[in-house]
């Protein structure tokens, strides 16, 4: 995200459209922007993480020049729609980056209409820490300065330094220097697996682990954060019960050797999260499900 905030030409009077809930690695790069005159605003939600086009168009202005969103919310697991914001944005010629680190190894991310795009590999991709994707729609090239400069992005042959900064074609300017070799070689054969099982196939065992989840935690009297159910859902599954040690439920739970995660909203509400993944079981859920019945 700094890459794209860093690289794109900024004017005094712009402005960057996004959504103070998302994770913040997806909001800092922008609001940093604030110190060369671009004005930052936020989408107002009637729940956290429901961010519909209708939405996004009600708070668009006249100086809207980029729209950065996360493809799902990292707390509450909702997803956009990412073709209809997309094909928005790209009829009022508005930028659109998208954080896809919760979608990508999990559901379909079309970039057709998504100009920048990032996503770590150590989420649902199930690859290395340390690697992930940059995505920049070829016609930005030109636009998108790269803001790290090595001798691998800049034309440099044989290795002498030349006079004038010519960058390399292609996505090769974007990456100035020695890569991650060990972390390509991990990330590429999670890709290769993913692409053998077919990521529809994937989404719709998510989706099925969800259903089997939910109804069960709310047996329990636990509230979900919305959404449930499709189409916006995820596999990302937040939930809470008033008055209940969701600190201790976690420690309980990592002590038994299931691993959620304790989260908190920006009221400082704190929930428990479950994201199992395709290789989880209905049998695995309904053993986490015992240890909260026993705690």
Request: charged residues 25%.
């Amino acid at each position: 995200m700094s890459l794209f905030a860093n690289g794109i030409p900024w004017n005094p009077g712009d402005e960057v459209l996004c959504y103070l809930d998302d994770y913040p690695a997806n909001v800092y790069p922008w609001k940093n922007l604030e110190r060369q005159g671009v004005t930052i605003r936020y989408i107002e939600t009637p729940a956290l993480g429901q961010i519909t086009p209708e939405l996004v168009e009600q708070h668009l202005s006249a100086k809207t020049r980029l729209v950065a969103l996360a493809s799902c919310n990292f707390l509450s697991g909702c997803r956009i729609d990412i073709d209809a914001i997309g094909r928005l944005l790209r009829g009022r010629g508005v930028l659109f980056s998208l954080d896809a680190i919760q979608t990508i190894g999990a559901f379909e991310t079309d970039v057709t209409h998504v100009d920048f795009l990032s996503a770590d590999a150590h989420k649902w991709m199930l690859g290395p820490m340390a690697i992930g994707i940059v995505y920049v729609k070829e016609e930005h090239f030109e636009m998108l300065r790269p803001s790290l400069l090595g001798a691998w992005n800049i034309k440099s042959p044989n290795f002498i330094t030349q006079r004038e900064i010519e960058f390399e074609p292609g996505a090769r300017r974007y990456e100035p220097g020695v890569l991650n070799a060990a972390g390509i070689y991990g990330m590429k054969a999670a890709l290769d697996m993913f692409l053998e099982l077919g990521i529809p196939n994937l989404s719709r065992r998510l989706l099925d682990l969800k259903a089997h989840l939910v109804p069960r935690l709310r047996e329990l009297g636990f509230d979900i954060l919305e959404p449930a159910e499709p189409p916006h859902a995820s596999a990302i599954t937040t939930f809470r019960k008033d008055g209940a040690d969701h600190a201790g439920l976690f420690a309980h739970l990592a002590t038994h050797g299931v691993v959620a995660s304790h989260r908190f909203d920006r009221a400082g509400t704190d929930y428990l999260r479950f994201s199992p993944h395709f290789y989880n079981t209905g049998d695995e859920l309904d053993r986490a499900l015992d240890f909260i019945k026993k705690f």
